[in-house]
């Protein structure tokens, strides 16, 4: 019986990495190009100037990842330029930020779509953020990006 539980385990693992392999990383740098392909060859199709931008890992080739970013632009970027950073990008216009992780407790700041956000920490549908001189909390479905 042990040996079956075992088994299941390890299946569901595999097959639980094999679709799951799409994850999220941020931007390293203030300036970072975007290739059309996995290599310095290829022409860049447009500059990212926003540190933190949260993008979207899709594949992998040698040191390149092919990204997807809040606007589905799509195409590669060099591993050096992306790090674990967490941050995000409110994606509902007139976001609130509450002072605790409750509709009920008292917003102070509103956000509009596209800002981005640095993420503190997350805990059930709630996240801790930081933007600018504003700390508070936001729900966790109104963001995308590295939660």
Same mark, same amino acid.
């Given at each position: 019986?042990? @040996? ?13 990495? *094999? =679709?799951?392999?799409e994850? %999220? #990383?941020?931007?390293?740098?203030d @300036? ?12 860049i199709? *447009? =500059?990212?100037?926003?540190k %933190? #931008?949260p993008?979207l890992?899709q ?5 390149f ?10 195409g590669?970027?060099?591993i ?8 995000a ?7 609130l930020?509450f002072?605790?992780p409750?509709?009920?407790s008292k ?8 800002r ?27 963001l995308?990006g590295?939660?």
């Amino acid at each position: 019986m042990l @040996k079956i539980i075992y088994i299941v385990f390890i299946f569901y693992f595999s097959f639980q990495s *094999l =679709f799951a392999n799409e994850y %999220f #990383l941020t931007l390293r740098n203030d @300036k970072v190009n975007l290739r059309q392909g996995p290599s310095f060859e290829y022409p860049i199709k *447009l =500059f990212y100037k926003k540190k %933190f #931008l949260p993008v979207l890992i899709q594949d992998e080739f040698e040191n390149f990842r092919k990204i997807r970013d809040h606007e589905n632009n799509t195409g590669w970027i060099h591993i050096s330029q992306l790090s674990k950073k967490k941050a995000a990008i409110t994606i509902e216009d007139d976001q609130l930020i509450f002072n605790k992780p409750s509709i009920y407790s008292k917003p102070f700041a509103i956000l509009k779509k596209g800002r981005l956000c640095k993420i503190l920490k997350c805990k059930d549908n709630w996240c801790r953020i930081s933007v600018e001189n504003y700390k508070g909390w936001v729900k966790k479905d109104s963001l995308w990006g590295l939660l």
